[in-house]
């Protein structure tokens, strides 16, 4: 590992031409810039400077070495810059979440970056699995998903809860095991898992989802319910998206004994310390989904 306070002497040297006005500019002594210079070399094993009396010349080594040290002397002082100007207003945020949050917070998300344009927004609709991975590799800042995570290195910490509903077209005035299994089901990436909480809970006839038959799936959390408005399924989906559809003439939900909520989770890295601008970011999202 190079020492950069060496590295800096040197870098400075080069640029001076001149061991005491290397020393003067960085207050050192003149022995005390010869020694900084002596332990780079040592510490690279070669030489990077000739000597000739006073003066000097670099070696083939000590120019490609300033030509890399001063470039990154010039980055690590621009990263100091920048982390000391962490402007909550600028600078690109990262984000993903099931598609139904992202329903109700990235119109709100928009708003927030139209007030403040020097925003970078990039948001991701993905199911749990996906938002975890992303996290893990650095493609995210944050994520909101449905379950604690535990993936090491990772926390969560619930936000808000979200109700999730059986939905049908319109035309199915009332719902029961033998409608349902007729229906069979308009799936999606989350759909086995909000199928096993929803019906689990109120049909003791609900084992598992592939009881039922498969009517469909999208991926696309605008579209899920186009075949369920056409009465070609039903579906579980949380209370966001169904809110979201713009058909709703078109669609049922359906009251259920024993209604079911699920938690939305903020996940990011455990150690790590976001910008002021991710943690605004943070703030707008809980004050919209506890609304």
């Excluded at 500019?25 to 510490?43: D, F, R």
């Excluded at 998206?241 to 455990?270: D, G, M, N, S």
Aim: proline letters at 6%; glycine letters at 6%.
């Amino acid at each position: 590992m190079i020492n950069l306070t060496w590295l800096n002497t040197f870098c400075t040297l080069v640029e001076t031409g001149h061991f005491t006005r290397t020393a003067e500019k960085l207050a050192m002594t003149q022995p005390g810039v010869s020694q900084h210079i002596q332990k780079l070399e040592q510490s690279l094993g070669h030489n990077l400077i000739q000597r000739d009396g006073k003066r000097f010349h670099l070696t083939e080594a000590g120019k490609s070495v300033y030509r890399q040290g001063r470039l990154t002397l010039m980055q690590l002082s621009e990263l100091q810059n920048s982390l000391l100007t962490d402007d909550p207003f600028s600078g690109l945020c990262r984000i993903a979440s099931p598609g139904s949050v992202g329903l109700k917070l990235y119109p709100k998300l928009l708003d927030w970056q139209q007030q403040h344009p020097a925003i970078q927004l990039d948001y991701t609709f993905a199911p749990n699995q996906s938002i975890e991975r992303a996290l893990e590799e650095r493609k995210l800042d944050i994520g909101l998903i449905t379950r604690p995570i535990s993936r090491p290195g990772m926390t969560s910490k619930p936000l808000s809860r979200e109700a999730l509903c059986l939905v049908t077209s319109s035309r199915i005035p009332v719902i029961n095991w033998e409608v349902l299994s007729e229906l069979g089901y308009i799936d999606h990436p989350d759909g086995a898992h909000h199928a096993t909480l929803l019906l689990g809970a109120n049909f003791s006839e609900f084992t598992e989802g592939g009881q039922l038959k498969h009517k469909g799936f999208s991926n696309q959390i605008n579209l899920i319910l186009q075949p369920v408005a056409r009465n070609l399924g039903f579906t579980v989906l949380p209370a966001h998206a169904v809110a979201a559809f713009p058909e709703q003439q078109l669609i049922r939900k359906h009251a259920l004994p024993f209604p079911v909520e699920e938690t939305i989770y903020l996940a990011k890295r455990q150690w790590e310390t976001l910008p002021i601008r991710t943690r605004k970011i943070i703030e707008l999202i809980e004050s919209e989904l506890q609304r």
